[in-house]
């Protein structure tokens, strides 16, 4: 009874304060629309121009255990890329834009944040640092502001280079992130673009103007707005109005946090769904793992089946250095 209320809580929170307006910005790919997040899926860059939600307080309450289910999105008509893209660069992370703790109040709202269609190639040492922190800021400043909505995304006109095996899904230069705050009493919004790398300068320095993001993407962020009201709160980020500290961690929420069970969510989890099952696979699914050509594709078939992963070691002409590159994208099971 007690995650009945909860959830009941939070769904008519969440309905009641995102059907203000239309938050959605322009979209230039394909619209997807999950359970308390839309996106706008890029399929020449395989990852979302932007991701849109809104954002309030009882949403911040972490109620279920973190349980990770890296997933293609069946919503995406020309397929999303897989987690063994991602895999396939160890020196990026599959980013969430849609960051997993901001729906840790429901499981299957946790659950579709680990879509693929909500995932861009952060290099580890900004996704586990800057962006981290940033995540961090924007749960603080929708829990001081009693909400927010949120848009962000890569910089697909800036990108250089891909990743990826099945799919080749390009690397952005930067990222960006609107918060919004709309209410009767107070209309505010402020930006941040931040560079994929590694960086020591403090959040303020990468605020910028709504307008800059506009001008670097190609978006129309909050077209709904009246044309006053959109140059009044897009052509400049007033600091001043936003706390950039980080006081809170639990937002009120005090009881044991739980597992999630099959019960719980609507949406299934296999974390192997995007790997290669090497005692199965075709031999054209084979070749399509890095430094796997035809020769060694079908001296994989030739001594299968394989009690485990490792035993693939012992397939003439792969060594080492191959198997460490496509160990994270087969399985056996």
């Known amino acids: 009874m007690r995650k009945l209320i909860i959830i009941y809580f939070l769904l ?9 307006f239309n938050y959605l910005p322009t979209s230039n790919g394909e619209l997807i629309k999950h359970t308390y997040y839309s996106l706008s899926y890029i399929e020449k860059h395989e990852q979302p121009e932007w991701v849109a939600y809104y954002l309030s307080p009882d949403m911040l309450k972490k109620v279920y255990e973190r349980k990770d289910s890296f997933k293609a999105d069946p919503s995406v008509s ?23 703790r901001q729906m840790q109040f429901d499981c299957t709202s946790m659950s579709e944040t680990f879509f693929m ?19 961090k800021l924007e749960r603080n400043m929708a829990w001081r502001n009693n909400g927010l909505y949120v848009v962000t995304g890569p910089v697909l006109t800036r990108v250089s280079g891909t990743i990826g ?9 930067y990222y960006y992130k609107v918060f919004l705050r709309y209410d009767g009493t107070e209309k505010k919004a402020i930006a941040f673009i931040l560079p994929n790398r590694k960086e020591g300068k403090p959040f303020e320095k990468y605020v910028v103007s709504v307008d800059s993001v506009e001008s ?7 077209p709904a707005f009246d044309d006053i009201l959109e140059d009044k709160l897009e052509a400049y980020s007033d600091k001043s109005k936003w706390s950039f500290s980080n006081p809170n961690a639990n937002f009120g929420y005090t009881s044991e946090v739980l597992k999630c069970t099959s019960a719980d969510a609507t949406i299934e989890v296999d974390n192997n769904a995007d790997l290669i099952n090497i005692n199965i696979a075709s031999i054209s699914d084979l070749q399509s793992l890095p430094g796997i050509g035809a020769s060694k594709a079908q001296a994989i078939i030739d001594m299968r089946p394989f009690e485990n992963i490792e035993n693939i070691l012992n397939v003439p002409g792969i060594g080492q250095a191959t198997y460490t590159k496509i160990k994270g994208m087969i399985t056996i099971k």
Request: hydrophobic letters at 30%; glycine letters at 2%.
């Open 12 to 20: 008519f929170s969440q309905a009641t304060y995102s059907q203000k």
């Open 216 to 222: 670097l993407t190609g978006i129309d962020f909050f």
């Open 117 to 135: 269609s909500n995932m861009s190639p952060q290099r580890s040492s900004f996704n586990r640092h800057k962006w981290a922190y940033l995540e």
């Open 78 to 100: 020309t397929n999303s890329a897989t987690y063994a893209d991602y895999k396939s660069a160890p020196d990026f992370d599959a980013g969430h834009l849609l960051p997993c």
């Open 165 to 173: 095996v099945s799919n080749k899904i390009s690397i952005p230069e």
